[in-house]
């Protein structure tokens, strides 16, 4: 049997993204385990699936910190401590030093829903709304330092249909959401997708 990556998840709040994954890798045949899950926030409601299923996870306030720089020491020391070998980040709000994002750059994740690049940053479901687009959906892709951006590693798309509030396309999207992490996941777990910068 093939080793699988090890896999650490981080989380700000409901924490679907990082279920979705972490019921892809109960699958005897998937290529990663998910090792640890870290949040910023004690109360991010994913905390507690990752408990009731048995995962390690660890909690940290970045407002317990000095700098972004120190914060930043603390997870990595988290992560090695679990031997994460990937990252996926699945609605982790807070942004990266620059050096935590340089170390970890071709073995980091982001899922944002939208196509990228259009639509970064907040809210991009009411960016797709407000810009009258006929189609949104969602990506993984790679980090790097910029925020929401970093190659490509899925899309999904879905249409926008006529009296979408955003929260109806947000629904709509994050369907697709669940199903492109886990891919791109065993996709870079398997070496299928390799980053180029
Ligand atoms: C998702 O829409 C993800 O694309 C974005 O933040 C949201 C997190 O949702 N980065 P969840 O915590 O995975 O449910």
Not at 44 to 49: C, D, F, K
Not at 93 to 116: C, D, E, K, V, Y
Request: net charge negative.
């Amino acid at each position: 049997m093939t080793t699988k990556k090890r896999v650490a998840i981080l989380i700000s709040g409901r924490g679907s993204n990082m279920t979705a994954l972490v019921e892809a890798a109960r699958d005897l045949s998937y290529p990663a385990e998910i090792v640890g899950v870290f949040s910023n926030r004690a109360d991010a409601p994913g905390l507690q699936y990752a408990w009731l299923a048995g995962i390690p996870t660890a909690v940290r306030s970045h407002k317990d910190f000095a700098s972004r720089e120190v914060f930043d020491a603390e997870i990595q020391s988290i992560l090695d401590g679990w031997g994460a070998e990937i990252v996926c980040l699945a609605g982790f709000m807070r942004i990266f030093s620059t050096g935590f994002a340089q170390h970890w750059t071709s073995r980091m994740l982001n899922i944002h829903p939208s196509l990228l690049p259009l639509y970064r940053g907040l809210k991009p479901q009411q960016q797709a709304l407000d810009a009258g687009a006929t189609e949104s959906g969602c990506t993984v892709h790679w980090v790097i330092p910029e925020l929401d951006d970093g190659p490509t590693i899925i899309q999904r798309r879905v249409p926008v249909l006529a009296g979408d509030t955003a929260e109806a396309l947000a629904a709509r999207i994050l369907i697709e959401e669940h199903k492109a992490y886990p891919e791109a996941l065993r996709l870079v777990a398997t070496g299928a997708a390799i980053f180029h910068a």
